[in-house]
């Protein structure tokens, strides 16, 4: 490998570093965990991201509040999980949603509405949590959303589009 080789390695190695989220979530928890939390802590979310986010924000409570309790549920894309012991992390399709989606984003809907006003949501969303936290709008059918989807892709929509 020639010079330009080397620093272009070591400008992608740079980037992906400054993605991680160990180091992206840690100001921002600091600054969220400096006060006590009077009830549940629960975190919630939904990207190709969130596993990893998940697995971050895991790691961090259990170093820095020892003892306390959390729980959550975050949903990915395949292959994207990484292993926690608190925080369930479920896999589904990108960039269609399935049914492991559509059932993740149900169960943490229903997680959410079982907050009170002592207990903190910490929420992840990363890209692609459009597509794992499918709850279609009303009087649409998951079906019609899956297709939609489909029909946008093959059309070459932005995902902004989208």
Do not use: W
């Not at 492991?100 to 949501?121: K, M, P, Y």
């Not at 992840?124 to 597509?131: F, K, N, Y």
């Amino acid at each position: 490998m020639g010079p330009q080789s080397n620093l272009l390695r070591e400008l992608f190695d740079a980037a992906v570093a400054a993605a991680d989220p160990v180091r992206c979530l840690r100001p921002f928890l600091d600054t969220l965990f400096e006060r006590p939390v009077k009830g549940r802590i629960v975190i919630l979310g939904a990207g190709k991201a969130s596993g990893a986010m998940a697995k971050a924000v895991e790691d961090y409570l259990t170093e820095t509040l020892p003892g306390r309790a959390f729980e959550g549920l975050v949903v990915t894309r395949y292959d994207h999980a990484v292993p926690c012991e608190k925080i369930e992390i479920v896999e589904a399709a990108h960039p269609v949603p399935d049914e492991q989606g559509r059932a993740a984003a149900a169960r943490i809907l229903e997680l959410a509405e079982t907050l009170g006003a002592d207990d903190l949501a910490v929420c992840l969303i990363s890209g692609g949590g459009s597509a794992l936290l499918t709850a279609p709008a009303d009087g649409l059918s998951f079906e019609e959303k899956q297709a939609l989807n489909g029909e946008l892709l093959k059309s070459g929509a932005t995902i902004h589009e989208m």
